[in-house]
């Protein structure tokens, strides 16, 4: 099967997590992505979280799947000269270097152009021009800066991350969309350009049902799905809302059998508005239907917690998949609270490729995630991610062998570098 991204080249200078969640959709999705790293380290986290000694972490295979990695150092002036050689074959330059670095290393945007200027350059950044556009950032400063953590957990409790990084991972998929609509763009332009995803905005859009609620606030002074509502105060910015769904549809985590032992004995309900009926029926309390107190959803939701203590006390002999079965038969929206190690196991996400065995070089398989996303012609086959400098010799091999260069072609080797001289700076 054709692969969708098929003879677009990355020329893949990310690192940690936001960044190489990017090149590695569009590597899934068939890009040759050449991953540029320093030698003898690499990205920092082939080291970090290791499980075995001396192997990648699990943390890096699980990030940069489907590329090939070759190490160049790109301070030394050799090194600059293979790496424009690579500007001028590669479609896209993506990197999450901290601001400056790309400059510093006489990167330049003007520079690119000059070499090729159809290559899309695409960055993440922790935020985007302002007064804060030289930080560092990672994933939970992104959280707390794009209004997550000021959502997120209990009102008597302090501001949360979520372990959902959407900081890296959700600036990597915006930048990946981004990339997209660039190479599209350039088909009628015949140009690239700069593609910006700063990880503070990223956020935000994912937090944008917030921004829904403040203005809300504001305007009315108080929100009727949220925990504070009726008894508790609001004040002037959006509170956090514990597990209330945040919807139009009221919402809630609830215990059920084993709760006091097992931490995730839990389901989510969702009280969907026109599924009252089933709701009663399948908890056992028929005469809601026709109690004033509970006929509507605006009649419900000032005693929206009594309803909840009352389908927790109907979950109280029923494990969460028990209470889970029994209720979907009846259309209503639930799930289970899944642990990662069910998750893992999960039949159906190892059947449709969500969960994926993978095997490397040197650990031997392990699961990852495959492609979240589905397509009725393309199927991402995921492969092991690449060891540090694994490519090197492809992208720039012995010309003893007579075998040719796929990436660079040296049609005027003299205004390269000798091979002696190149492989000195790539390795
Ligand atoms: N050859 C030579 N030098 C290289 C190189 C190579 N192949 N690859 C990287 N370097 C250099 C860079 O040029 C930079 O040098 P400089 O400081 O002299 O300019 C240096 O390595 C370190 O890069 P930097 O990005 O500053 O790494 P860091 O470890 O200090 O910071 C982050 C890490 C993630 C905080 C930072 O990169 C950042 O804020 N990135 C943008 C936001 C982001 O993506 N954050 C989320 C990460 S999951």
């Known amino acids: 099967m054709s692969q969708a991204l098929e003879g677009v080249r990355i020329l893949d200078f990310t690192h940690v997590q936001s960044g190489p969640t990017c090149t590695q959709l569009l ?27 001396g192997v990648d972490s699990l943390y890096f295979t699980m990030l940069n799947h489907n590329k090939r990695s070759i190490t160049l150092d790109t301070k030394n002036p050799k090194g600059r000269q293979v790496l424009d050689e690579l500007i001028k074959t590669c479609d896209v330059l993506v990197e999450n270097f901290a601001p400056g670095a790309l400059d510093r290393m006489g990167i330049t945007w003007e520079h690119i152009q000059k070499l090729n ?9 922790g935020f985007g021009p302002g ?63 700069k593609v910006l995803a700063p990880m ?22 108080t929100m ?17 809302a514990g597990n209330a769904s945040g919807g139009g549809q009221p919402g809630s985590i609830l215990k059920c059998k084993g709760w006091e032992t097992d ?25 809601w239907k026709t109690d004033p107190d509970y006929m509507t959803a605006k009649a419900r939701q000032p005693h929206i917690t009594d309803i909840f203590a009352t389908i927790e006390g109907w979950l109280a002999d029923k494990t969460k998949f028990e209470a889970v079965d029994i209720l979907r038969k009846f259309d209503i929206p639930c799930a289970p609270v899944l642990t990662m190690k069910e998750l893992l196991n999960d039949e159906s996400l190892r059947k449709s490729g ?43 091999p012995d010309p003893a062998t ?10 005027e080797p003299p205004k390269l570098l000798s091979h002696s001289d190149a492989r000195l700076c790539l390795k």
């Open 131 to 193: 007064k804060y556009a030289d930080c560092k950032v990672y994933e939970n400063v992104a959280q707390c800066a794009g209004g997550a953590a000021s959502t997120t957990g209990f009102e008597d409790g302090p501001p949360m991350v979520t372990g959902a990084q959407i900081g890296d991972s959700g600036t990597g998929l915006h930048l990946a969309l981004g990339i997209l609509a660039a190479l599209f763009q350039r088909n009628s332009t015949g140009r690239g350009q």
């Open 402 to 411: 007579g075998h040719n260069p796929p990436l660079i072609h040296l049609s």
């Open 354 to 396: 969500s969960i994926v065995e993978v095997p490397h070089k040197e650990r031997g398989t392990y699961f990852t995630v495959g492609s979240p996303i589905k397509f009725s012609d393309l199927k991402p086959e995921i492969t092991g991610s690449p060891l540090l400098g694994e490519h090197t010799d492809d992208v720039l």
């Open 263 to 287: 931490p995730n004995a839990y389901i989510y309900f969702t009280v969907q508005g026109h599924a009252w009926a089933p709701i009663c029926d399948a908890i056992g309390k028929p005469e």
């Open 117 to 125: 200027p159809r290559m899309i350059v695409a960055s993440v950044k």
């Open 224 to 240: 009727h799905e949220y925990p504070q509502y009726p008894d508790g105060k609001f004040g002037d910015a959006v509170p956090r």
């Open 27 to 53: 590597a899934w999705f068939g890009a040759d992505v050449i991953k540029v790293e320093r030698a003898g380290e690499g990205d920092a986290t082939r080291g970090q979280l290791r499980d075995i000694p």
């Open 200 to 221: 503070q905005d990223a956020v935000l859009n994912l937090c944008r049902v917030k921004m829904r609620d403040q203005q809300r606030l504001e305007r009315t002074g």
